[in-house]
């Protein structure tokens, strides 16, 4: 399994963007880059994934880097509701979905 | 479309009662997972299903038994509940293009 390599915990004003990065230096050739987030006392949601390429969303970009060693998921104008606790994980096909402790962001007013 | 549905939502057992929780998602997934959260931490892995008809273990199987009964539905079993088992246990479905959560069962064990 790949292993990520997150920050334990970030903060940011609201209405700011946020950036928060992941490594994943073992990851495969094959395996896209998911992106989940997990808000208080619910169950964790999908945010965005990608391969390659730069990704965007209504949620969120996702920028990965050129050697797919590292990702970087950007909020671009962070809100309360953004509170929560962010894990990216590579995901390949067929193969165990597994989450390291993510990154838990807090939202400042 | 109802997602994915887990039920119970909330179950209190006696050290050494059985139980099964159940999952269902109507997406038509191949892959389906089950997770436990304890409180404060991240989620990890109990027994994955990559498509109908087989099962793999986690990072934590000990303990649980799975069933794939079919496309559909993804049953997780304790036989013999322990404390350490008193968890948040979440299922989840996948297609590719993100995985779908069930709401959760939040379970106890006495």
């Known amino acids: 399994d790949a292993k990520t390599t997150q920050p334990n915990s970030m903060e940011s004003n609201e209405e700011e963007p946020v950036h928060l990065p992941c490594n994943h230096s073992?990851?495969?050739?094959?395996?896209?880059i998911h992106w989940y987030r997990q808000l208080p006392s619910q169950g964790p949601e999908y945010v965005i994934h990608?391969?390659?390429s730069n990704v965007n969303n209504r949620m969120a970009s996702l920028a990965i880097a050129e050697d797919r060693k590292s990702s970087t998921l950007i909020l671009h104008r962070a809100t309360l509701r953004d509170a929560a606790v962010y894990y990216c994980?590579?995901?390949?096909?067929?193969?165990?979905?597994?989450f390291g402790q993510g990154t838990r962001l807090t939202i400042n007013p | 479309n109802a997602g994915v549905t887990q039920t119970p939502k909330f179950q209190v057992l006696k050290t050494g009662q059985s139980m099964t929780l159940q999952c269902a998602q109507d997406?038509?997934?191949?892959?389906m997972y089950w997770y436990r959260q304890d409180p404060g931490m991240g989620l990890r892995l109990i027994y994955y299903?990559?498509?109908?008809?087989?099962?793999d273990k986690g990072e934590v199987p000990n303990g649980y038994n799975v069933s794939r009964l079919n496309k559909r539905e993804f049953s997780l079993r304790l036989e013999s509940a322990a404390p350490s088992q008193t968890s948040v246990y979440f299922c989840?479905?996948?297609?590719?293009?993100?995985?779908?959560f069930g709401p959760g069962t939040r379970l106890t064990v006495t």
């Open positions: 994980t590579p995901w390949g096909g067929a193969q165990k979905l597994v």
């Open positions: 073992t990851i495969s050739g094959t395996d896209y």
């Open positions: 990608g391969l390659t």
């Open positions: 997406m038509n997934h191949n892959s």
């Open positions: 299903s990559a498509s109908e008809g087989t099962t």
């Open positions: 989840a479905s996948n297609q590719g293009r993100g995985a779908y």
